[in-house]
């Protein structure tokens, strides 16, 4: 199983190669969040347009777990927009083979459907991989970007995107307009009920508690620990493997969901 599955992954990621075009949406997307919502929501606005000089940085910083500016707190929420948007919309591809014929000559190879599965959920991974690593860059780079704390390694590096982890979504959708519908309904409320844009602090009680049970959230707090301190505390540590040992359970039971749904919808018509 594993040389099919490797043979579809490097098919796939081929035929991405092949078109770059492919990566400038996700990296658009990361310059409109980072530079445009991270500018125009800053907190720090609110106050410097009042004349008043705005408040103390220790002020600012106690609100977002003391995140030098509010892009070093945004920055992550971004990542993780990006990567999970990409990763349910990679659906596209086994859709659209689908609909050309593809896939049902896969469905009648001696190829384990295990196989069609793990390809599609590898070949997206590596893709928003990719896009997360130049969003990172361009939250660098930007003006009054990311600013990373002196003690910042690779291995922090490693463990903030080793936070990020979703699952892929779509094997048994059959049509694109139902796929973008599920994503958006799916996606747009994880994201907005979640620390991606602001601390769960400023939401109401019933918010909080989803937003506490949201992955995204999880995702977002462990990898702020590590762009934020780089390296952590006992403390900050057992936070950061707690909400990891959470994020593996989530994508676990997603995982077998998904493989069970794959089964069923990965039949020959």
Known sequence: MFRETFALTLRALRKWVRNPASIMPGLFTSLF???????SFNPANLFSSGGGGGP???VLQAAFGGAPTYITYLASGVICIILVFNMA?????????????????????????????LSGVAQNLVKVLLLGVLTFIVALVIPNGLELPGSFNGLAFIGVFGAFIFTALALSVRSIDSLVAIVNFLTLPIMFMSNAFFPPSSFPDWLK???NLNPVTKANEAARLLLINGSLTSAQLSTYEMDMVYLVGFAALLGILGYLAARRALRPE
């Open 33 to 39: 969040y980072l530079i445009l919502f991270g500018n």
């Open 56 to 58: 103390p940085s220790s």
């Open 89 to 117: 919309f990679g659906g596209i591809d086994l859709v659209l083979d689908r609909q050309l014929g593809y896939l049902s000559s896969l469905l009648v190879a001696p190829i384990p459907r295990a196989a069609i599965f």
């Open 209 to 211: 508690t989803i937003a």
